[in-house]
């Protein structure tokens, strides 16, 4: 009896500590997920004590070492967290079927995965996330956001069109006419650390460091998600699916490195993108991103005044429109329910970050885009 005892008030306190465990866990967890609601609101002490400052020194710390490693060490550490989740939890169930252990053990490693994904996404605003919720760039700019007629968007598209033509005689092709750069992945990266150094000179709104962005290894499945590039704050990398075309493979490289620098927002990043490909000494990054200003601002055209626009596209030039036959099919073959699925769940976490538009909010660049060439050019 003494001995029954002793193992009841042994067994007792084991489970005592999973509970005490999976309470704060469960706290953790909710903490992650009530930020947005805890911040939004409060731009200005994100922007002041936050996005401007200790966020600059996070991600510059964290860059210092993460830059040292050629490959996204995001990527793979992703792959060994996944791996290592689901040997742990396969290794557990085994061994409890084999009676090997109680089932409190199994108890005990859920809620040290769970505590784990509480952990990394409280991490996960600390290091970056809270960067969604500062004050506007277009606020910061001094740009004014406002419904602008149909003719000041058409000479938008149609400057755009004009520049871009011309940019694009200049540039390599392949064998079917498409743009295709001598130059390898690499050598045009390398060239957007300097596009964002001569940005950050025009417009002090900017960071002039951010790092060099980094190739996925498995960039095909970033394609069957729909996704370009996607950027880590955990590990401060800009990371970009490199098996997408070059058309706007440059303009999401500069995309994720404006990430990197506190703008959470993606019509931000867009806009911040598209400002710093024009910056660049390297002609195919500069047509990079005339392109995707081209198409967006395209796009709102289509929407206003369908006229207006098949008028303005005739000015593209057939190099131009290979081009985004080129584009669009590759992006074509990646349509189905794995792509759906990916951008629900995109749309959702954009939303949940108090992005309204979810994931239309990457279109809506062209408000910014009217509003800077409005102010500047």
């Not at 090997?100 to 809620?111: E, H, M, N, Q």
């Not at 996607?230 to 990398?237: D, K, Q, R, S």
Request: proline share 3%.
């Amino acid at each position: 009896m003494a001995i029954k005892d002793k193992n009841r008030a042994f067994t007792k306190p084991l489970w005592k500590n999973v509970i005490i465990r999976f309470v704060f866990t469960a706290a953790l967890i909710a903490l992650g997920l009530c930020w947005p609601r805890i911040l939004t609101g409060k731009s200005g002490l994100i922007e002041q004590y936050y996005s401007e400052t200790i966020y600059q020194y996070i991600r510059r710390a964290i860059s210092s070492v993460t830059s040292l490693f050629s490959f996204s060490l995001a990527e793979f550490l992703l792959y060994i967290l996944v791996a290592g989740a689901f040997l742990l939890l396969a290794f557990r169930i085994v061994q409890l079927m084999l009676r090997k252990i109680p089932f409190r053990k199994l108890a005990g490693s859920v809620v040290s995965l769970l505590l784990t994904t509480g952990i990394i996404l409280n991490l996960f605003y600390v290091t970056w996330g809270f960067n969604y919720f500062r004050e506007p760039l277009s606020q910061r700019m001094g740009l004014e956001i406002k419904e602008r007629p149909v003719e000041e968007l058409e000479a938008f598209v149609l400057e755009t069109a004009a520049e871009a033509k011309a940019l694009r005689e200049t540039l390599h092709e392949d064998e079917n006419g498409v743009f295709a750069p001598e130059e390898t992945i690499d050598d045009v990266f390398n060239a957007l650390p300097d596009a964002y150094a001569t940005l950050a000179k025009k417009y002090s709104v900017f960071q002039p460091d951010p790092t060099r962005t980094k190739q996925i290894f498995w960039s095909r499945g970033l394609s069957w998600q729909g996704i370009s590039g996607i950027y880590i704050g955990l590990t401060a990398e800009p990371n970009v699916n490199v098996d997408q075309p070059p058309l706007l493979l440059y303009e999401a490289a500069a995309h994720e490195m404006a990430h990197q620098m506190g703008i959470a927002s993606e019509n931000e990043a867009e806009f911040t993108a598209y400002l710093a490909c024009l910056s660049s000494s390297d002609p195919n990054v500069r047509y990079s991103g005339l392109v995707y200003a081209l198409i967006v601002a395209g796009n709102a055209l289509y929407d206003a005044d369908s006229d207006r626009y098949l008028q303005a596209t005739e000015t593209y030039g057939d190099a131009i429109w290979r081009d985004f036959s080129d584009y669009n099919a590759y992006w074509d073959a990646f349509d189905g329910e794995v792509k759906q699925s990916a951008d629900r769940r995109n749309d959702a976490y954009l939303k949940h970050n108090s992005q309204a538009s979810g994931i239309l909010s990457y279109g809506e660049s062209v408000d910014l885009l009217l509003a800077f060439a409005d102010k500047y050019r």
